[in-house]
Structure formats: C-alpha cells, structure tokens
C-alpha cells in the first residue's frame, strides 16, 4: 500500500493495511538502528513542533527523541509555558506555530477532538499524542507493536485490557487496533468504570476480575484516570486494588507465559503489584523503547507520505 495521510488522529480512522504499514515501517527502522546504531536523517531540515496542554514524561520525551532521529529539529511547547494562559485560543497558538514555520505538530490536549480540530485550520501535519478520554494513536501502536514482538501474528489472542476504561484514550485506541488485527479483546474493572455499551464495539466486556484474565495471552492495565474524573467511581483505593489489582494470584490465571503491559504512569501497589511490575513478565519498559521506533514511523510518514510498503 502506498501510505496517503498527512496526519494522524486516530487509530479508528486506520484500516488494518495502514496499521500494518506503521508497525513494518517501525519495525525496519528498529532493526536499522540496532544493526547501524543510527538510520538515515530523512527529516533533516523539518521542523517538529510538539504542543503539549497535559502532563507527560514517555511520549513527550519519545517524540522529541523520534524527531532527533530523523534529523528533525523539535520544539517542545507545555501548557504553562505558552501564550493559551494568557488566553491565547488554540486555534491561533496552532496558526502562530504553523507561521513559526512548522512542518508538523505533535498535541496532547484535555479536548478530545482537538487534533481533528486543529487539523481542519493549518495545513501542516498533526499528530494526536492524546486527546482527552478519546484516543492515544501512537501509544496503541507502540503497544500492539510490543504485543507482537512478544506474541507474534496476534489473529485469536486474548487479550485484556483491566482498569479504568471509561476514561482511557488508550484503551480506546488499542480497542480499535487489537479488534482490527483479529486480537479477542476484554475490558475489565468495576462496572461505574467499564461501561455495556463497549460490546457494541466487538469486545467482551466483563465486570469479573478473575473471569477476566482466565487463560489471557497478555493484560494491559490502566491506572484510575482521576485527572478526568469528577466523582469516585469505587469506594476507595485499596478496594479497587483488593479486587482489581494484579497479583500473583490473579497473574496465575493467565497463561503461563502471560505478558503484562501497562502504559504508564503506572500506580504501584493499586493497579499491580511493585515485584509484579518488576518482573520478566512485565513489558512495561520495552513498550516504552519501542515508542521511539514507532513515532519515528509516524513521523516520517505523515511529514513524508506518498510512499510505498517498508518491507
Ligand atoms: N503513556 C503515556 O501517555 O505516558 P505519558 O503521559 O508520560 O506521555
């Protein structure tokens, strides 16, 4: 296939081809800089722009490394530091940027939708690095890229995503690749968290820990989004860990050569155990490095485009 799109808003708007594409095109380039120790500077002289409204260690960082990589120059904007606190709109901090002369824009922002948004007003590339409760494309990419690294063709796997799901752009996202890719997913977690209404969308969705990760090729867990939350959905947090965190107990239900992923920040002690998470079972890292790889395709793909299949 020959990849067409400037942007990247979601991972509902991707066929299965193009998230193929993304996931061999990072592939190529991981195994290029392990094999070379660097990959070709095809973004030298582009100029990235990463506008970030919310918090963030791993993408924020991930982009800007990505960025380097490629030879691209890269900008981090925060919130805090921009001109939005002195009630500049988003429409014009973006239209400035692209007058800046930026060949791209990378945005994290609480307004789900704001990359779409912002992607009707300028004519650069934007990238969706969250929006709200709605997606997390490159963070579901790197996930699902980490899933098959470990699992392989990932048609009929089990796999569980446990936690906060209501409020999760990044189960959101993964639900839509993992479905895509022929992956058997469950949501999981309380039921104020875990809505009936995601069934709709071809998962299983269950309210039964335990049910949950019974004969499961790989759990995902999500911390408790109370950023986005208005009310307390559970009685307390050592009750949601009492029941929904991962132990050994629970981690003994899947099966035996489980993995654990978790995108971070991860809430030790609450959604899994600290030696849990310590452990050769747990991705947790790896899906973190492999971020780099996979928004160096993403990168390269909306600034670049019209380009045929990388392997
Ligand atoms: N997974 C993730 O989005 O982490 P950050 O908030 O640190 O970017």
Known sequence: MIWQRNSLLSIEDLSSEEIIFLLKKAKSIKEQKEKSGQVLPSLKGKRIINLFMEPSTRTRVAFEIAAKSLGADIISIT??????????????????????????????????????????????PIINAGDGAHEHPSQALLDIYTLQEKLGDLRDKKITILGDILFSRVARSNLWGLLKLGAEVTLAGPSTLVPREFEELGARVTHDPNSALEGADAVM????????QQASHFPSLAEYANVFGLDSVALARMKKNAIILHPGPLNRG????????????????????????????ILHSCIIRQEGDPS
Request: no cysteine; charged share 20%; hydrophobic share 45%.
């Open 221 to 228: 867990l999500l911390r408790i989004q109370h950023e986005r």
């Open 270 to 297: 609450v959604e899994i155990e600290s030696e849990i998470a310590d452990s050769h079972r747990a991705v947790i890292l790896q899906q973190v490095a492999n971020g780099i790889a996979v928004r160096m395709a």
């Open 79 to 124: 919130g805090e530091a921009s001109s939005l606190t002195k009630g500049e709109t988003l429409k014009d901090t973006a239209m400035n940027v692209q007058a800046l002369g930026a060949d791209a824009i990378v945005i994290r922002h609480s307004s789900p939708g704001s990359p779409l948004f912002l992607s009707r007003l300028v004519d650069v």
